[in-house]
């Protein structure tokens, strides 16, 4: 039994509102707990059945590169697939914050660089020009789970979603 199947979605997306990542919409419930508990959290969204709660991993890493450090932890008991979107989208984090530096650091503040974990394990090897290392990432992600999905599109959806809400908040 996967763990996903014990926190609901209501759940997950209350515990990104209490991090600071709205990039889902929603209340913050009273049973709220997996902010305090970041590989768990990172675990049960990769695990997620919505997309949308799998693609949050991805403004979670920009928003909390700290959590960085509790990503092979929270891999090492998810199947294959899982761990290719886990991986995937943390390395889409990776190279989006490269790209995007100068907006995050006016938005978010200046923070710590997430430290590129996987690209090596996922068969690509990174340059200096982000968006070629997104490209390259995304051709990966389809060959690695067998679906043809605009992957590049996916990634930068989820880093313009969440972008725009905070240049809501801040306006």
Same mark, same amino acid.
């Given at each position: ?21 709205n ?5 913050t419930?009273?049973d ?11 675990? @049960?969204?990769? /695990?997620?059945?919505? $997309?949308r ?9 920009l ?7 509790? @990503? ?16 995937? &989208? &943390?390395?889409?984090a @990776? ?6 530096? $100068? /907006?995050?650091d006016?938005?978010?503040?200046k923070?710590q660089?997430?430290p590129?974990l996987?690209?090596?394990k996922?068969g ?13 990432l995304a ?9 043809r ?8 959806? $989820?880093?313009? @979603? ?5 240049e809501i908040?801040?306006?």
């Amino acid at each position: 039994m996967s763990s996903t199947s014990l926190v609901t979605g209501e759940q997950m997306a209350s515990a990104l509102h209490i991090l600071g990542v709205n990039f889902l919409f929603g209340e913050t419930s009273a049973d709220a707990f997996l902010h305090k508990q970041p590989d768990r959290l990172i675990a @049960v969204l990769a /695990e997620s059945h919505e $997309a949308r709660l799998r693609l949050s991993l991805i403004p979670l890493f920009l928003e909390h590169p700290e959590f960085s450090k509790h @990503v092979r932890k929270a891999a090492q008991g998810l199947g294959k697939s899982t761990q290719v979107i886990l991986q995937c &989208y &943390y390395t889409a984090a @990776v190279l989006l914050q490269k790209k995007h530096c $100068a /907006e995050l650091d006016l938005l978010i503040g200046k923070k710590q660089s997430l430290p590129d974990l996987f690209s090596k394990k996922l068969g690509f090897q990174t340059t200096a020009d982000p968006e070629q290392d997104l490209q390259s990432l995304a051709k990966r992600h389809e060959i690695l789970s067998g679906m043809r999905i605009n992957w590049l599109g996916t990634y930068q959806h $989820a880093i313009q @979603v969440w972008m725009r809400g905070l240049e809501i908040q801040k306006s």
